[in-house]
């Protein structure tokens, strides 16, 4: 992920398009992931989780992607809605502790 | 009701002050942890615990301080505040599976 020091990336999109956030993870063991969504002024709220065992796995208007072999995970929202602009975390656990990646913003355009 | 409250959710400071933030949570888990949040940045780990004997540096703990006065709360001080220290705060609780963490809804912290 992004390093926290610098400034969040951002990801801009049009009101009923799909949305892909992307995140690269850094350990190889880990085994659960998390994606969370933080409205401003807000905590991070999860949204969806997947196992290393899985490769895809779908919510609501949300579906995660994962690619161990390039240690990659992909958040799609489908049908892009306002509601849907926040910053977007990728959390991994690795050796029974969680963390966080550096986190995007997504902006929807009405 | 909340599962994870903080108080203060507002706090103005001046340099020098002790501050304390607390933390509380009715979700009955054993971890809990302060991150600290600076705007259009991501979240950074300060301290955690994963019970009330136990605690841990995080990646940016200088000048920070924590108890866990029992498994429902954590608190995190600043001994001598300073400006740099203006930021939201998060604490969060997780079972001891390292799994899914839960919030608190922040606390905004302003040194002057």
């Known amino acids: 992920g992004e390093s926290v020091g610098l400034h969040l990336p951002t990801l801009s999109v049009q009101e009923g398009d799909n949305s892909i956030i992307n995140c690269a993870y850094s350990?190889?063991?880990?085994?659960?992931f998390i994606w969370y969504k933080q409205e401003s002024g807000k905590g991070p709220q999860f949204i969806i989780d997947i196992r290393s065992n899985m490769d895809k796995r779908q919510g609501q208007r949300v579906t995660v992607l994962l690619n161990k072999t390039v240690k990659h995970l992909s958040l799609q929202i489908a049908a892009t809605q306002p509601g849907d602009s926040a910053v977007y975390f990728c959390a991994e656990r690795a050796g029974n502790m969680l963390t966080f990646g550096g986190g995007t913003r997504l902006m929807v355009k009405p | 009701d909340a599962d994870v409250t903080q108080t203060p959710r507002n706090r103005i400071t001046k340099t020098g002050k002790r501050i304390m933030l607390e933390c509380s949570q009715t979700?009955?888990?054993?971890?809990m942890y302060w991150y600290r949040q600076d705007p259009g940045l991501g979240l950074q780990l300060i301290y955690y615990?994963?019970?009330?004997?136990?605690?841990n540096k995080g990646e940016i703990s200088d000048g920070y301080s924590v108890s866990r006065q029992a498994q429902a709360k954590f608190s995190l001080s600043l001994e001598s505040a300073i400006p740099n220290q203006t930021a939201l705060y998060f604490c969060?609780?997780?079972?001891?599976?390292?799994?899914?963490?839960?919030f608190g809804p922040g606390t905004r912290l302003t040194v002057l």
């Open positions: 969060a609780t997780s079972d001891s599976g390292g799994g899914e963490q839960f």
């Open positions: 350990n190889s063991a880990s085994d659960y």
């Open positions: 615990s994963f019970d009330v004997k136990d605690i």
């Open positions: 979700k009955g888990h054993d971890r």
